[in-house]
């Protein structure tokens, strides 16, 4: 808070608050906030019926219960006090920022990722730990997908994605936060929504797949051909599997993160494909599934050691095909350590 010049900071729903006390704040109507000051002690205004299920923790924070006539934002206004810098949680609800407003006038509102994105992009050895069995977790079901395990030819792309979210929560995640099956045309939309199309023998189907394990997130992509793909799909395949591998390759502690999309873009710029490459090559990720750091052009961020986050490069023809490849990848100090080590070529089932 003192290196960006930050007062106070206003913590409610998303991951920040519980990354900083272990506690997940009720996304309902009554304000649950963290108000924590440059110097002396945070306190966590709460409801008072929530306030049974937090500990309060001497010397990190105290609590401040309120009643249900009470208004919880000149609470918080009350401790913000002569701050002139706040920064106000990301995923916290607008309205209380619109309540506040009025009654600090002369603040100047930041946004909490300025103080706790930099700590939680920098993960520690249990984190890795708990992003690594994540990983392995959905390496796993990526197998059986690669193995032919998992039924798809006749099936719909919602039937094969509620199969998916049953296998993450049986490989031990909590919760799954998507599983995108596409088929065909279909994965030419890269966040496609499964529906009611079957998929078919000769089409590719694209699965990306993660949830929630232990706090740390999941996700994976893997395409799998269903009979042996046309030239032009397996050759372009090709190309996306050099360009993420190469992008993997320069994911080194030191390279600003925009060299890594570069890596992976350049190879499908120069294979022709550069306009089907749509997105960005990757995200970070922890205990959300998209945060820093952002594997994008612009971004001049150097990776740290500890920076965790996907390779993701992607070629969309729009009516036709799609495919993407996807692992995630921590930036060790001995080189890039992909979390995701299940085969990355295009796997040919029978049909
Ligand atoms: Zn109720
Ligand atoms: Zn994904
Ligand atoms: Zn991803």
Redesign the pocket.
Known sequence: MATQGVDTLLLSLGLDLPYLTGYHAMPLERLTMLVVPRDGEATMVIPRLEAPRVAEQPGVFSLLAWSETENPVALVARLVGAARVVAFGDQAWARFLVELLPLLPHVEFRRSVDVVGPLRMAKDPSEIAALRAAGSAVDRIAAQLQAGLIPLVGRTEAEVSADLGARIVAEGHQVVNFAIVAAGENAASPHHTPGSRVIRAGELVLC?F?GTMNGYCS?I?RCVSLGRPPSEVQAAYEVLHEAQAAAVRAAVVGTPCEEIDRAARRIIEQAGFGEYFVHRT??G?GMD??EDPYIVEGNRRPLEAGHAF?I?PGIYLPGRWGMRL?DIVVAAAEGPDPLNRVDHSLVVLDV
Do not use: C, F
Request: hydrophobic share 15%.
């Open positions: 990306d993660g996700d992509t990757g995200h990720i599934a998209h996907s993701e996807e």
